[in-house]
């Protein structure tokens, strides 16, 4: 079984920001030159998070929206008393930092509306990055 391991610069511009990664995720598949196996994209960040879903800009919104409904930023959460990011970290907690794909005859599996997203929850960083590794044959 061959690994091979990338790790891809983000920088994001806003606190909440959808950053559509798929082009760098599916060129790191070919510079693997693994034909056959898995593809996981890691996000080593407490406060980011990777989804797969369509790039549409009025969901891109929608789906920003949604989370800071759920993760509510303006509450006083204990963790801000030490670092004013509490609503980053909880929407890192529940949409998970990794996403995992298919690899198949050389390509990255994925459906027609699943472009891949670092969720940016607690923007601006110059300094965010996706590690893709790619595990197979
Ligand atoms: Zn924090």
């Known amino acids: ?7 891809i610069p983000v920088s994001t511009n806003k606190r909440f920001e959808l ?20 593809c996981l ?3 080593p960040h407490a406060t980011a998070a ?5 790039h549409e800009r009025g969901l891109m919104e929608d ?3 949604k989370i800071q409904e759920i993760v509510q930023p303006e509450r ?5 008393l030490i670092d ?30 699943q ?5 940016e929850m607690d923007g601006p960083r110059s300094r965010r990055h996706v590690i893709v590794e790619v595990l197979g044959e």
């Open 41 to 43: 994209v890691f996000a």
């Open 1 to 7: 079984m061959k690994v091979y391991f990338e790790e």
């Open 84 to 113: 004013d990011n509490a609503h980053a970290h909880l929407g890192g907690a529940l949409i998970g930092a990794d996403r995992v794909f298919p690899v198949k005859d050389g390509e990255l599996v994925r459906g027609t509306w």
């Open 76 to 80: 006083n959460w204990k963790h801000n």
């Open 63 to 65: 789906i920003l929206t």
């Open 19 to 38: 950053i559509d990664i798929t082009d760098k995720v599916e060129e790191a598949v070919r510079n693997s030159n693994i034909r056959n196996g898995i």
């Open 50 to 54: 990777i989804v797969a879903n369509e």
């Open 115 to 119: 472009n891949i997203f670092l969720v």
